[in-house]
């Protein structure tokens, strides 16, 4: 059976980058590694959650409650979990995710009132990996970045936001939410940011692996 790791954070903060950059380490060391990258834009597992961040919903992500858009991001990884890369996880020594349940744990939970984070991160894990039965990870990796670092850096990206993205208050209650989410879930912290300057990706790099070797 495969080791899992979720790679999450906040928009922005490299979960891409450093999915792949873990990919290719491993794969040196003759891993077997699969690279599954959440949402899957473009397949039919992901048309709610393309509906959803398209604003085609309404604008704001508060416009969607938690619980259904959730749902939304569930169903995708459910749906491509039982036709496409659930069918290899046997075959890998790693499967690494670029978002995973963790990113509901972040985005969906900021919409709640704080006297009801521990009550949804219950049902959401419950939902997932009991009721719809997706595998849990072996670790999360958390890249924590400031949502003003955040912000920016997906300003730089020059492409067309999602609602999430647009949404600088929305971004700075993920940023709390997630801080919360990782102690109460176990997370592992990978703070992206040293002395107040963001770290190089090489270096964010030597980290993760250091973690992953040490599982």
């Known amino acids: 059976m495969a080791i899992l790791i979720s790679i999450d954070g906040l928009d922005g903060s490299g979960k891409g980058t450093q999915s792949e ?16 990258s959440f949402p899957m834009y473009g397949n039919e597992s992901c048309f709610a959650v ?17 619980y259904a858009a959730s ?27 670029n978002r995973y349940v963790s990113a509901n744990a972040v985005h969906q939970l900021s919409k709640l009132p704080r006297e009801q984070w521990e009550d949804f991160l219950g049902w959401l894990w419950d939902y997932e990996f009991d009721k719809l039965g997706l595998p849990k990870p072996s670790a999360t990796l958390y890249l924590l970045l400031p949502p003003e670092v955040s912000m920016g850096l997906v300003d730089k990206r020059g492409e067309k936001k999602d609602i999430h993205e647009q949404d600088g208050e929305y971004m700075r ?28 990706r090489e270096d964010i790099s030597d980290e993760i692996y250091g973690i992953v070797c040490a599982l």
Request: charged share 25%.
């Open 50 to 66: 393309e509906k959803y961040l398209g604003g085609g919903l309404g604008g704001k992500p508060s416009d969607t409650n938690a």
């Open 71 to 97: 749902t939304f991001f569930a169903v995708d990884r459910y749906i491509s979990y039982r036709t496409t890369w659930g069918k290899d996880v046997d075959a890998c020594d790693y499967v690494i995710f």
């Open 21 to 36: 950059l873990l990919a290719e380490r491993l794969r040196t060391a003759g891993k077997r590694v699969q690279v599954v």
């Open 173 to 200: 209650r993920c940023y709390e939410a997630g801080r919360y989410a990782a102690e109460r879930l176990g997370f592992t912290v990978v703070d992206c940011c040293a002395g107040g300057a963001l770290r190089s």
